[in-house]
């Protein structure tokens, strides 16, 4: 047996998304790349990894030209969805895209050649869950470079439902969750963080998981809200956060994921420092 030791094999990137693919094998898709796409590294144990190169490269008729953030990849009917963060040619703002491929190692080619959705504002951290009854939901943080509240740039996390073929949403979003609880409020008064949502559901209990503060500071830290609805009401567990770095010389852990082992007994918590 095999065991891990961190930080994992997978260095300079951001924003880890671990898919246990159904031919055995795990891929980890994180931000690799901000200014060209995304690369993906493989392994069949969740200790030894190899990188395989670019899942997904943007050229120079791709609707996103920078800032390519977050990439989360859902199998389904035999596809790859990757879901995507990057800057918009047409705006120079944030939003999310899909591409999709037959295989979990790429090429995977935009759906289309603009953003899966557009409310009108930035948005960040796709994140899907296929729920028992076969409904898809996908959660985002509308991000803090545009959307000020009292005169204060703020994350808030939304969810959505998607069409039963993953390729848009259906009805308006639904807001989640923003900063409230102490911990979340560490970054000051002018910019605060509620991002990077992880939802997953266990005992018809739904858990969406998110990160608060800067990214780039040691008080970047997970926390977690409950809900019995994939949409909410969500409600924050008062021991947040649950994971937090006491470094003071490193940015705290954030932007995770979670991942089964490979004999489906565990779960691990996957993130970045």
Request: charge should be positive; glycine fraction near 8%.
């Amino acid at each position: 047996m095999k065991y891990y030791k961190n930080p994992l094999p997978i260095s300079n990137i951001g924003d880890p998304f671990i898919l246990k693919a159904s031919n055995g094998k795990y891929y980890c898709y994180p931000t690799s790349a901000p200014d060209q796409g995304f690369k993906v590294w493989v392994s069949s144990d969740l200790v030894d990894w190899k990188e395989l190169g670019f899942a997904y490269k943007a050229n120079k008729d791709s609707w996103g030209y920078n800032r390519f953030w977050a990439p989360e990849v859902v199998e389904f009917n035999g596809k790859y969805y990757m879901y995507y963060t990057a800057g918009w040619k047409a705006n120079n703002s944030l939003r999310i895209g899909l591409a999709i491929s037959k295989r979990p190692e790429g090429p995977f080619v935009d759906v289309n050649n603009k953003p899966l959705f557009d409310f009108g504002y930035a948005v960040i951290d796709a994140n899907v869950l296929i729920d028992d009854d076969g409904r898809k939901y996908l959660y985002y943080s509308r991000d803090c470079s545009e959307n000020i509240v009292n005169g204060r740039h703020e994350s808030h996390i939304y969810g959505v439902e998607l069409s039963n073929d993953m390729l848009k949403v259906k009805g308006r979003p639904v807001f989640l969750l923003k900063p409230e609880q102490r911990w979340e409020l560490k970054s000051g008064n002018e910019w605060r963080w509620n991002e990077a949502p992880f939802a997953m559901k266990r005992n018809n209990i739904y858990y969406l998981m998110y990160s608060a503060n800067c990214y780039a500071t040691k008080d970047y830290s997970v926390g977690y809200a409950v809900s019995d609805n994939p949409l909410g009401p969500f409600k924050k567990y008062k021991k947040n956060p649950i994971l937090k770095s006491k470094c003071m010389k490193i940015s705290g852990p954030g932007h995770n994921c979670v991942t089964k082992s490979p004999d489906g007994s565990k779960l691990f918590i996957v993130y970045h420092t």
